[in-house]
């Protein structure tokens, strides 16, 4: 619901935001470790490197060069956004020639279910830790996916947010220039624009929550005032009471033992993990069970 056009523009702005650590702490851990993730992973043959909601592919050079500096890499970034995937193209051509890209348009599942058979070595990324951002069950669903687009000597580098102070963690959800507040409203934005929405998006307050039980910062749109608000495409009125929320994102953060709870059914095993010099996420290095 949050990623349209805009959604990922606003995204993008989120990580460049002081508070916002998750992007600037993989990008340290990947910088640091990506020798170490490659000579762990590599058994000679040519590597194809499928990444998963690829974006612009800024992080992803980082272990593209690595990669390439040992041997022949293909990269296969996928994403929703056309206009990421071809800057995504350009980026690697400028940055790491050499490099065979072949950009994917999709959802992730489907791209998954959709990638030829292949001879060499297939490396899945889903970094960013986007994966928080599916419940465990969903999250266990997608993982089940990748582990059948892999076969015995491939891996997957997932990215992991983890659990830290809660001031540290709220602070980076609720940025003092409203940056992520415009991102959480648009979703109120498209839903006016695609379905025939009628929200005052003035009249919903940007909430971030710590849900200790859960392990999650949550979203939510907090309604001021009692409204009705009607959405013309569902023939739907919704009624909020004052104070009355919208629960619109999970972000969940991991301790080891979670990201393993999330593997083991899908047939993952995790191998290493790496992390920034300050331990606020990991990158895992996972390899079919
Ligand atoms: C994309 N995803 C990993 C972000 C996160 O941190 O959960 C989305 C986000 N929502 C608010 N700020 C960033």
Known sequence: VFYDARGSAIYEEITDLAVYYPTRAETEALLQHADAMVDALG???PVSVVELGAGTALKSVILLRALHARGATTF???DVSPTALSLACERVAREVPGVQVHAIVSAHEPALAALPPHDGQRLLLFLGS???NYEDPAAIALLRHMRHAMRAGDALLLGTDLRKDIPTLLAAYDDPQGVTARFNLNALV???RELGGHFEVGRFRHQALWNEEASRI???LMSLGRQQVRIDALDLVCTFEDGETIHTENSIKYDTAHVDRLLEPAGLVRQAS???AGHRVAVHLIRPG
Do not use: L, Q, T, Y
């Open 218 to 220: 949550e979203m939510h």
């Open 274 to 276: 790496f992390h920034d």
């Open 190 to 192: 498209r839903i006016n």
């Open 130 to 132: 986007s994966i928080g």
């Open 43 to 45: 058994d000679g043959r």
């Open 76 to 78: 296969v970034p996928v």
